[in-house]
């Protein structure tokens, strides 16, 4: 890497690492999942390659667990053994988790844009950051999506790299990795198939994207959770789009996954913009040499980039692709273009300072867009609930429901000792029981109120958890006689009637405490 390019690495990851510090305060974090991983890796390995996991009895994952993000954990559990070492703060926020996972996927894509001999690297590398204010969001948090995007740059390199079959390993390794360390690894596909159809070789062209794909399933295969990575990669990925594109969603995915509206698109004209001139770009190649423009070294990256673009329709989280293929794609095309006119106008000093400029401005705007949404908003874990269940004494291994998903990683991580109902993510309770699944979507949104007994025949426990990020549920509930054990400021643990001849409960210290 140039002097340049690190100082633009250093650049953007201290842009980011500033609007962490800057809306974030002690204990909190930007994403209510990071408090999952966390846990997860500090468990260690012996537990996330377990194959169950006791801590959701209504999830496909209480008796068949397999972890999704594998590589990540154990990547995570290395670096916080690491910081505990030498005695640095492991609590949040998780800063140093974010800066290291952060400036890998900066260093993986200015080696990229290195390998394949881009100019303006270091505005690339600052386009990455400020031209998105949705990526913004996604590259500020410390989650597995980091080591994706990471992984799918370096398996370009892999993939241009790979010039006869005696180099099948490298397709294969990258499909492998990929199934251990993330939890979409078909993802790694698109640019196997891309970088295939830009190989003359028509074998290599057809053998990249199946080696890739036999990796995949070696990665599923030769792992502790074989074979339920198969099936929890069929809910995580098949069933969960499923839902998302389903008119009458049974459960209430990541806002992730929902898909892009106008107001989201005009958010992102920067990102349009990009994929407009690599079009317009590519388009005027056409035009002066015809079909051989398709094997220019440009279009792996555009069909990438393009297919990840159209994909932000379907789910938004597609910006994590679209953004960064498209930079590339426009490197690659003002490094590759046989345009005389433009590679005079691109090597003017004032392109660099117009663009440089541009970036600046891009990133000063986002950048307070984020801290005037972000300010105020930290996550934090359901701490006082902890400490109130430790004074009043709750025992150990507690059957705790929880009426919202996505307030497992804040209850797990706060109170671990507990046994809770639903999480990450809310199709892998689905999968196990759709009609409970589904009448509890339905009282929790407020859709369909139910009496105690039919909560507590949904549930199968006397207690369930309605956090601070449902007071309507909770004042609801109230109104319809539901009585509390506990009111904080992060939520209500309510306790529930249990039916003389119910023997379905999961918890057996619910006839000993609080009767």
């Given amino acids: 890497m140039r002097k340049l390019e690190i100082v633009s690495c250093v650049v953007a990851l201290l842009f980011l690492s500033g609007l962490r510090l800057h809306t974030l305060d002690p204990g909190q974090e930007n994403s209510h999942d990071t408090y999952y991983h966390v846990v997860m890796a500090d468990l260690g390995p012996g537990f996330f390659m377990s194959r169950k996991l006791p801590y959701m009895t209504m999830s496909y994952w209480f008796e068949n667990f397999s972890d999704k993000e594998l590589g990540f954990h154990l990547l995570l559990w290395a670096l916080r053994g690491s910081m505990r070492a030498v005695n640095l703060e492991t609590g949040a926020p998780f800063h140093i988790e974010h800066m290291f996972l952060a400036l890998l996927l900066l260093v993986c894509f200015s080696l990229t844009a290195r390998y394949f001999g881009m100019p303006r690297i270091q505005l690339l590398i600052l386009g990455l950051v400020g031209f998105s204010p949705f990526l913004l ?159 220019c070294r440009q279009s792996p990256f555009l069909l990438i980039s393009t297919v990840a673009t159209l994909g932000v329709f379907l789910a938004i989280r597609g910006v994590e692709y679209a953004l960064p293929f498209n930079m590339l794609a426009l490197g690659m095309a003002l490094s590759d273009s046989s345009d005389t006119k433009l590679q005079r106008y691109v090597g003017r000093p004032g392109f660099s300072i117009a663009f440089a400029l541009l970036l600046l401005v891009a990133m000063v705007v986002n950048g307070r867009g984020y801290i005037r949404k972000a300010t105020g908003l930290g996550i934090t874990p359901y701490d006082d609930f902890a400490e109130w269940a430790e004074t009043a004494g709750m025992p150990e291994g507690t059957y705790v429901a929880n009426a919202n998903w996505s307030d497992f990683p804040l209850l797990l991580y706060a109170a671990p000792q507990f046994i809770y109902s639903l999480g990450i993510d809310p199709m892998f309770a689905y999968h ?82 609080l009767n």
């Fill in 137 to 295: 969001t996604r590259l500020v948090a410390p989650r597995p999506h980091l080591l994706g995007i990471s992984l799918m740059l370096i398996a370009c390199i892999a993939f241009d790299k790979m010039n006869s079959l005696r180099q099948w390993y490298l397709a294969f390794a990258c499909g492998f990795v990929m199934a251990w360390a993330y939890s979409n690894p078909h993802f790694v596909l698109l640019p196997a198939v891309a970088f295939g159809l830009h190989k003359e070789n028509w074998r290599l062209a057809v053998c990249i994207p199946v080696l890739t794909l036999a990796g995949i399933a070696a990665g599923f295969t030769l792992h502790p959770q074989f074979p339920n990575t198969f099936v929890n990669w069929k809910i995580q990925c098949v069933d969960v789009m499923l839902v998302s594109f389903s008119r009458d969603n049974p459960v209430v995915l990541g806002t992730e996954l929902r898909p892009a509206n106008w107001s989201f698109i005009l958010a992102e004209f920067m990102l349009i913009a990009v994929f407009i001139v690599n079009i317009t770009l590519f388009v005027r190649r056409w035009m002066t040499q015809g079909s051989s423009a398709l094997f």
């Fill in 432 to 513: 196990k029981y759709p009609d409970r699944v589904t009448r509890l979507e339905m009282f929790r949104t407020g859709k369909h109120l139910i009496s105690q007994e039919e909560l507590y025949e949904i549930v199968k426990s006397r207690f369930i958890f309605v956090s601070r990020y449902n007071r309507a549920l909770s004042t609801d509930m109230y109104k319809l006689g539901y009585r509390s054990v506990y009111q904080g400021r992060d939520g209500d643990l309510f306790i529930l009637p249990k039916p003389q001849r119910d023997t379905t409960s999961h918890d057996p210290h619910e006839s000993n405490w």
